[in-house]
């Protein structure tokens, strides 16, 4: 790391720090137009932006990039319309900005409001994909946020005449472009990871490790999660066959997914006539199994060891346990889950009401595949990422998790004094919506 | 550090955990009822919990401790009596667990709710007061959480007859003992840091520096605050007599307190009519006056150095500088704050707007006193802390910092697969509520 990137970048992402003070301002109909004026000029450039993106991919197959990489930096122009609908998809969404929480009155003349507000500046880092710089920009100017963008060193033509694109349709906007930067060079990450004093938000997108390398590097605020270890809990009043079709697509409708299942419970009473059920089921999609000792008893199975109910497989596996109760299903849960998404299949109302309230995860689900857990489903508009941490925001992640809120206190020479001592005027306390 | 510590550290915070897996559960009802167990046994309790204090107290001033320190140990009948009320208007405030925050529809027989949960097990570090183990105590019974607290040895006997005072009064409750701890070693603090799976909250109490530590030494999230560097802007259309009022409660009402400014802003402009008034009324309370070279050069200061702009004095002091525009008091503000409170005098509406959106602090104030920044005073019931954290909770901070959501899915058997290829399923995202 060299002096000379040192301070460009320093002085870019004060740039943007410093117009996005800003942005937090614009109206909802300035913010639309911008992303109107960033769809009309990835339109004019696509034929630019498709150059630059197989130029990429060129250089991925000649230097041997696996071809599931490969894969995911590919932008056909299918693909990058996709991504221009969804930028006017996102001008459609409710604007974040500016709602007002709470409004109250302290006294006569003094009021209170909590509004909500932009983080400031967002910074996002993710591999491959160019198609993301076009989602998450789109995402900071709805929410009135700067943004610095740090795409993988394989995207970079591609990034860069994306990056461009969206600079000239913000000059014909109210949204200043210098509130928007590209950065290119792989060593910016670790320096991108320390400024916090500019950076309000790291979005990583990666996989696993990469997710756990950014949460562990940085005093900055992650959203995001590392792990997805989900589990299936078929209770003794299960109707089977929903609780195998549910396995089924919780398993293998996406098993790369963190959303995807990676350890099936299953209750005693029920196992010598399930497990033959759901395990005939799993394998005619190719999934591999692995069981305790007890669940051996009624299929075969590969014999699961410790560090399977621990393993997030990404792929077509998955560990089975028997266990006795609810209670030790639950403790199995709290032990080994990663807060993502847990699910039960059971009739029992009581049963499944208890799994829901004592279930610690961002998602509790009943009845239903644990791949709902995701922001389009739930209905969101737009999903930033899922994160698994405890304090809000937590699981699928809209919009709101690009903002903050800050509380404004208007008064006409309001003074603390005159509500304290012997003579103490009261506050009046009252709500004004 | 001895494994002896060790081991009973970890299965008591674990016990703490266990029981609050079913503390989220409880009624409304179950929970008041809790609290003024607890205040009742206080009261029973109290001629043992005042002796116990006693000895405390002694042996502080054997020890030769600062007087503040003691003066904030010290609990007489009073005090206590004082505390046991707070613990009954805890009662009083709204629960903040199982409101639903979205009820929607995503398919027939398919509903998400989105529901207001506990934390789990809250980490209460504390210097000396021994009254905010009841404080604390009695917000997290209603936020339905687990809390292990840690008090200063100081306070150790006060903390211990407290606490036996509360279990005494959870024994009559269906809020289980076990799922609050008093931890009384030193050494426990960084083994309390490092429990990251078992707690979920670190609220530290003390000083700023004490908080710096607490954030630099643990990966659990941490609310609070280790600056408070305010500001106070006075503007050249300000009202002059309004803006001196306001300075000196700013600065003197509670000059120790997180929310006192440390430097005031003033317009050149009126510099020369308003800084001799500021300083006249200032100095007879008497604040030590530090100003820029503009400054100087109109009231008699100690002439300022570079570090005063980055110093929280919590003492009579201030510092003062000459801005010839707003812009140049939003970038002083921007460089400087450190995000808790910011505020202007003006009569200029305009002038008002522009600071209020482009400050970016957790509080933005107009012709008011920064000393309001409080959750008591904000209305908030009770104040968990102040943060100055960017993402939510940010500000004063009520019962509200003490819980979190969680997305309950409930349907009958669906599978995504059916919402997925060319005969998808529409989703119907429909809000219930």
Known sequence: MTEAFTRPLLATIQSVHQASRTTGQLSTEAKNHALEAIAQALETF???????????????????????????????????QGAITGVRQVAGLADPVGEVQIKRELDTGLILQRLTCPLGV?????????????????????????????GGKEAIHSCQAIVKAIHQGLAQSDYPAAALALLTQRSEIQQLLEL????????????????????????IPVLGHADGICHLYIDQAADLAQAVAITVDSKTQYPAAC?????????????????????????????????????????ELVPATATDWATEYCDLIVSIKVVDSLDAALEHIDTYGSGHTEAIVTQDQETARKFLAQVDAAGVFHNCSTRFADGFRYGLGAEVGISTAKLPPRGPVGLEGLITYKYQLVGDGHIVQDYSGPRAKAFTHQDLT
Chains 1, 2 share one sequence.
């Open 46 to 80: 696509a034929p630019e932006i498709l150059a630059a993106n197989q130029q990429d991919c060129e250089q991925a197959q000649a230097e041997g990039l696996p071809n599931a990489l490969i894969a995911r930096l590919k932008l056909d122009a299918n693909k990058l």
């Open 196 to 219: 916090d004093q500019w950076v309000d938000l790291i979005i990583p997108r990666g996989s696993n490790e990469f997710v756990r390398y950014i949460q562990d590097h940085t005093r």
């Open 259 to 299: 959303n995807a299942i990676e350890t099936l419970l299953v209750h005693a009473e029920i196992a010598p006539k399930f497990l033959p059920m759901v395990c005939d089921a799993l394998q005619a999609k190719g999934v591999e199994l692995r069981g305790d000792a007890t669940s051996c008893q009624f299929v």
């Open 122 to 150: 967002l910074g996002v880092i993710f591999e491959a994909r160019p198609d993301a710089v076009i989602q998450i920009s789109s995402l900071a100017v709805k929410s009135g946020n700067g943004v610095v963008l740090k």
